[in-house]
Structures are given as C-alpha cells and as structure tokens.
C-alpha cells in the first residue's frame, strides 16, 4: 500500500485503441497519481477520459480487446498481472451510467453484492459501514426502483466502497443529477478524501465544481495527459483550456472580461472568492426583469388538462407521480423543464409524446388528440430525444440512424442531414455503432437522429447531460437554428447554465406538480421558489444574489451592468 504524497498510480506511454476504431483513443498517455489526492480529470468529448480510468480498473486491458500497450501499475503492481476481481479490493468505479450497476432488489441487498461474492462472512457488516460512509442507512430496505436518481448515484458509490478501496473513480458524478445532488456527492467525495484519506479521481467538465472540491486537474488532448497541475493552475490555463471547448468558471471569466486578462492566479475561482474580489463595485439595476413570457402573443400548440398518473408499489398502493390542472405550450417558445430528480419532469414529457398513457386527463399536440393517437403516428409531429442517448440506437452507423426516419417515409432530407452533421461536428462519427461510442460522443449522436425527423414539436430529455462545454454551446446553436421549422422545443434539465443561456419559459415542478411558470430572470430572483425545488442557480447568478443585486443570466450581463471600475490597483 502506498504511504501518503507516495504514487499509488503510475501510467507510462500507455495506448490503447478500441477494436474497429480507424485511431487510438489513448496515444501514449503518461500520469503519475499519489495517495490521498483529489484529481479531475478534463478534456473534450471522445479524449479518452472514461478510457484512461478503464486502464486503472483493468477493464482494459482484461475486459476490453482491442490493441493496449504501455503500463499502469497501482499500488506497486502491473495492472496486467492482476485480475479485474483482484483490483476492485482496491479500486471502486462508479460509471457515468451508474444505473446499470445497481443489479439487486433492495439497496443493501445491492450494497453487499461485491463482498458476499467475494465470500466474506461480514458482507453485511461490510455494506453496513459503506452505507453508513455515505450517509444512506436509511434507505437500506428500500427497493431500487424507489430510489430517487440522487439516492441511485450513492447507493452505487456505496457499493463501490463496499471492498473498502483505497482508490474512487466516479466518472461524471453531475451529469445525471439535479445540482443539489450533485452537491451531495461531491460533499461524499470530499469527506472520503479528507477524513478518510482515499484517493478520488473524478471525470467532470464542469469547472465550477473542480474549483470548488477538487485538489488537482488533469487535462487529456489527443490521447495523451497535456498537463497535470493544481487546480488554480490549471483552471488558469486560459487558452489551452478554450481550445479543448472547456471554459474556466463563469466568476473567473467575469474577473478575466473585467480586467482583460487572460492569466493571474489572483482571479476568484469560486463564489467565496468572488464575493470578496467583487465587493465594492457598483452596479447598475437591472431593467429586464419582469419582460413578460413569450407565449403571450403565440398560439397554442400544446395543452395539457387535468392529467395525472400513478405508479403501483410492491405492497399494491399506488402513487401519483403527476398531477396537471392546466399547461399550455405555444409556438415559438423555448421551455425548459427543471426540478430535483424524481420530481415528474420526464413522466410529464412522456406524457406530451405519447409514450406514457397517464391514468387521466386530456394531452391535445398541434390539434392531435394524443391519448387516442398511436405513438407511430404521433412521430411525424413529436421528436423526443431520450434521457440514455443508447436507447435511440438501431441501426447499425450513426449515418443509418439520422436518416432511418426520413428512409422508411421516402423523404428526402439529404440538405438538412448535412446541416446536422455539420453544426454538431460528428461527420466523422457518422460510419460508427452509436453503442460503441463515448457518452459525449453519444448525446451528439442522439440529438442528431431527434433533429432528423424535423418535427413539430421537439423534446429532449436532458440534452446536454455528458456533453462538455463547446459542444452543449453547439447544441444551443443549433436549436436557435430550427426555430423556423420545429415550431416549440422542450428540454427536461439540470444544467440551470443551459437554463439561463437559451430558455424562454421555465418551469419548475416538485412531487408531480407545476410550482412555478415564467421567465429565468424572474425565477432566480424567487429565492423561495428554487430553494423549495432543490435547484442551485448557475455560479454567476448565486454571486449576485451574494452581492445583494438581481442575478445576472450570464457573465456578459453581470459585467455589462458595472458602472464604476476602481483602477487604483484594488478591487473595492
């Protein structure tokens, strides 16, 4: 075992290419990790971030085939040597997917899964503490399904934890979770590594929350690790950062427009920071914010009347999970739909679309009556872009899928498909399996095939979830550019960025019911309202309201509206 500020992760000229592939994914990567750090792990879509972490758990080159070369070696011993079963006693992967590992009926039933099969006699006793670690024994006789996607997320890292491992990857722990979940598993994380001494590595793209718990940054370009710093180092390499489309935090990049600089380790990186660095400027009041909701001066295009739906539990009750007295969707409108997981956002949208029947109610889309519409019908007027970007995947390319809709329907759409490739920058993705691809590279992929149907109305479940930082801005560019064919866009989301940049309507739902409808601007300044949903605002506007001024939507509007600058050389 390793002893502290030791390496407890070599990796040396490691490459690795997946069977199929027309190049390496790693291309002679090098990274040397010690005990007790805290790293995350950058890069773009497809950089080899998710592969790289396989090397440290053996499922490459053990469980993967494909060419590997190179070494890894953890904790004193060559991966090669050592079975995948052996080097989970020390290292604990939770998979961007972590849905999938969760295989058992109740929460400790799944908690003690990998000791009982190991033969442990106190696998239950082992569960118990990993349980505890995480701070969910209460959940421990609950059945999976129950769980809500934020007590999913930890029951999979309470299994991962499970063995006792001296190493925890966590790859993408925000991007299938609410902010404040999100917030709860970073808080795990840091008390795992600070109280406890385990090593944690993180796949993330979201530098907010790298400033705010991590220890160090590591950024992958073109196969290999280009740099591996601190992480107010790294967070200040501007330009190379820029280039891989990741953007340092939005306070950072306030200071940075400020002071017209691309470089000075003095800038804020968290809200703590900002708060101190921003304290004495005056602002100007901001006059936008009651503008009244787009849909004023729309016609309707979706109506929803006294809709509800229940699920069936083990013991025969049943519970509502929905419940819609009156919505009204109109042309032209950008809605995003947020709120905690679990709170109906999704069961609403399947709803819209045909896929769900709900127990009661009246759903009308574009003059179609959708609870008396088959679903195959319903697919010329509605495109709805599932939440596990795998499920939109049948054919056997990309290509085959983005046209399948228009094929089957002898439409010709040759112009619009290359406008999608395009603006999405996937051409080269378009002769690849969508299963095989990675979890960026498949949201991309995913939202192309939806965009594909040109439909009426579009929907999308989490679009921007796995998706770094220049391609969830191509993605908002793209659904600017459709708005003269798809008439409404709705988005289920937690990305609260994405909110702000491209919403014209928000809605807010908690246990199955709507608790807010209006504008992001006007939603930011109800504090009661997002704090009741469990939503935590983006950085630039939580630094506003810290600062006792209306929130800001974005870093130019929070900038725009300084009046004085001090120029002495201080800041207040």
């Given at each position: 075992?390793?002893?502290?500020?030791?390496?407890?992760?070599?990796?040396?000229?490691?490459?690795?290419?997946?069977?199929?592939?027309?190049?390496?994914?790693?291309?002679?990567?090098?990274?040397?990790?010690?005990?007790?750090?805290?790293?995350?792990?950058?890069?773009?879509?497809?950089?080899?971030?998710?592969?790289?972490?396989?090397?440290?758990?053996?499922?490459?080159?053990?469980?993967?085939?494909?060419?590997?070369?190179?070494?890894?070696?953890?904790?004193?011993?060559?991966?090669?040597?050592?079975?995948?079963?052996?080097?989970?006693?020390?290292?604990?992967?939770?998979?961007?997917?972590?849905?999938?590992?969760?295989?058992?009926?109740?929460?400790?039933?799944?908690?003690?899964?990998?000791?009982?099969?190991?033969?442990?006699?106190?696998?239950?006793?082992?569960?118990?503490?990993?349980?505890?670690?995480?701070?969910?024994?209460?959940?421990?006789?609950?059945?999976?399904?129950?769980?809500?996607?934020?007590?999913?997320?930890?029951?999979?890292?309470?299994?991962?934890?499970?063995?006792?491992?001296?190493?925890?990857?966590?790859?993408?722990?925000?991007?299938?979770?609410?902010?404040?979940?999100?917030?709860?598993?970073?808080?795990?994380?840091?008390?795992?590594?600070?109280?406890?001494?385990?090593?944690?590595?993180?796949?993330?793209?979201?530098?907010?929350?790298?400033?705010?718990?991590?220890?160090?940054?590591?950024?992958?370009?073109?196969?290999?690790?280009?740099?591996?710093?601190?992480?107010?180092?790294?967070?200040?390499?501007?330009?190379?950062?820029?280039?891989?489309?990741?953007?340092?935090?939005?306070?950072?990049?306030?200071?940075?427009?400020?002071?017209?600089?691309?470089t000075n380790h003095d800038l804020p990186i968290t809200v703590e920071e900002a708060i101190e660095y921003f304290e004495g400027f005056y602002f100007y009041p901001d006059t936008n914010r009651h503008q009244p909701n787009l849909h004023t001066t729309n016609s309707a295009i979706?109506?929803?009347?006294?809709?509800?739906?229940?699920?069936?539990?083990?013991?025969?009750?049943?519970?509502?999970?929905?419940?819609?007295?009156?919505?009204?969707?109109?042309?032209?409108?950008?809605?995003?739909?947020?709120?905690?997981?679990?709170?109906?956002?999704?069961?609403?949208?399947?709803?819209?679309?045909?896929?769900?029947?709900?127990?009661?109610?009246?759903?009308?889309?574009?003059?179609?009556d959708v609870l008396k519409t088959p679903v195959e019908k319903l697919s010329s007027h509605i495109s709805y872009i599932y939440q596990n970007p795998e499920e939109m995947f049948i054919q056997d390319t990309i290509n085959n899928d983005i046209t399948f809709f228009g094929d089957v329907r002898n439409m010709n759409q040759d112009d619009l498909y290359e406008h999608i490739t395009e603006s999405l920058d996937m051409k080269d993705l378009l002769p690849l399996?969508?299963?095989?691809?990675?979890?960026?590279?498949?949201?991309?992929?995913?939202?192309?095939?939806?965009?594909?149907?040109?439909?009426?109305?579009?929907?999308?479940?989490?679009?921007?979830?796995?998706?770094?930082?220049?391609?969830?801005?191509?993605?908002?560019?793209?659904?600017?550019?459709?708005?003269?064919?798809?008439?409404?866009?709705?988005?289920?989301?937690?990305?609260?960025?994405?909110?702000?940049?491209?919403?014209?309507?928000?809605?807010?739902?908690?246990?199955?019911?709507?608790?807010?409808?209006?504008?992001?601007?006007?939603?930011?300044?109800?504090?009661?309202?997002?704090?009741?949903?469990?939503?935590?605002?983006?950085?630039?506007?939580?630094?506003?309201?810290?600062?006792?001024?209306?929130?800001?939507?974005?870093?130019?509007?929070?900038?725009?509206?300084?009046?004085?600058?001090?120029?002495?050389?201080?800041?207040?």
């Amino acid at each position: 075992m390793a002893s502290l500020n030791q390496p407890i992760i070599e990796i040396n000229n490691v490459r690795y290419q997946y069977p199929g592939a027309d190049y390496p994914v790693l291309n002679g990567a090098n990274l040397t990790i010690h005990k007790g750090d805290f790293l995350a792990i950058i890069g773009g879509n497809g950089s080899g971030k998710s592969t790289i972490c396989k090397t440290i758990n053996g499922l490459i080159p053990h469980y993967f085939s494909g060419y590997f070369d190179g070494e890894v070696i953890v904790e004193g011993k060559s991966v090669k040597d050592q079975a995948v079963a052996t080097l989970s006693h020390h290292v604990g992967y939770v998979y961007q997917d972590f849905q999938n590992q969760l295989m058992k009926l109740t929460v400790l039933e799944d908690v003690s899964f990998a000791p009982l099969n190991f033969g442990y006699k106190d696998y239950k006793e082992k569960a118990k503490q990993a349980l505890e670690l995480v701070g969910i024994t209460h959940l421990q006789n609950k059945t999976i399904w129950e769980l809500s996607g934020g007590e999913k997320h930890l029951t999979a890292l309470a299994g991962a934890l499970a063995l006792n491992p001296e190493i925890l990857i966590v790859d993408e722990p925000v991007a299938q979770l609410d902010p404040q979940h999100a917030t709860e598993i970073y808080e795990k994380l840091k008390f795992l590594n600070e109280e406890l001494g385990k090593t944690i590595i993180t796949i993330e793209h979201h530098t907010e929350f790298i400033a705010n718990y991590c220890k160090q940054v590591a950024l992958i370009e073109n196969g290999k690790v280009k740099w591996h710093e601190d992480v107010r180092k790294g967070l200040f390499n501007i330009t190379e950062l820029q280039e891989t489309h990741i953007y340092p935090p939005q306070v950072t990049q306030a200071a940075m427009q400020l002071n017209d600089v691309t470089t000075n380790h003095d800038l804020p990186i968290t809200v703590e920071e900002a708060i101190e660095y921003f304290e004495g400027f005056y602002f100007y009041p901001d006059t936008n914010r009651h503008q009244p909701n787009l849909h004023t001066t729309n016609s309707a295009i979706i109506s929803v009347s006294d809709v509800q739906h229940e699920v069936k539990l083990l013991n025969k009750e049943r519970r509502t999970v929905l419940n819609i007295e009156e919505l009204t969707f109109y042309t032209g409108e950008q809605v995003a739909i947020v709120g905690n997981n679990g709170a109906g956002k999704t069961t609403l949208m399947k709803c819209l679309a045909g896929i769900i029947t709900p127990k009661q109610g009246e759903i009308n889309v574009n003059g179609i009556d959708v609870l008396k519409t088959p679903v195959e019908k319903l697919s010329s007027h509605i495109s709805y872009i599932y939440q596990n970007p795998e499920e939109m995947f049948i054919q056997d390319t990309i290509n085959n899928d983005i046209t399948f809709f228009g094929d089957v329907r002898n439409m010709n759409q040759d112009d619009l498909y290359e406008h999608i490739t395009e603006s999405l920058d996937m051409k080269d993705l378009l002769p690849l399996d969508g299963r095989l691809l990675s979890g960026g590279q498949q949201r991309r992929s995913s939202v192309a095939i939806g965009l594909g149907m040109l439909p009426t109305v579009m929907m999308l479940d989490e679009p921007t979830a796995s998706l770094d930082i220049g391609n969830r801005k191509q993605l908002i560019n793209i659904l600017h550019s459709i708005r003269d064919e798809v008439k409404t866009v709705l988005i289920t989301t937690h990305d609260m960025q994405l909110v702000a940049e491209w919403a014209t309507r928000v809605i807010v739902m908690e246990h199955g019911k709507v608790i807010f409808d209006g504008t992001p601007k006007v939603l930011f300044d109800r504090v009661d309202i997002w704090q009741q949903a469990g939503l935590k605002l983006p950085q630039i506007a939580e630094l506003s309201l810290a600062l006792n001024i209306h929130p800001a939507l974005s870093v130019n509007e929070f900038v725009g509206r300084i009046k004085e600058v001090h120029v002495d050389g201080s800041n207040g």
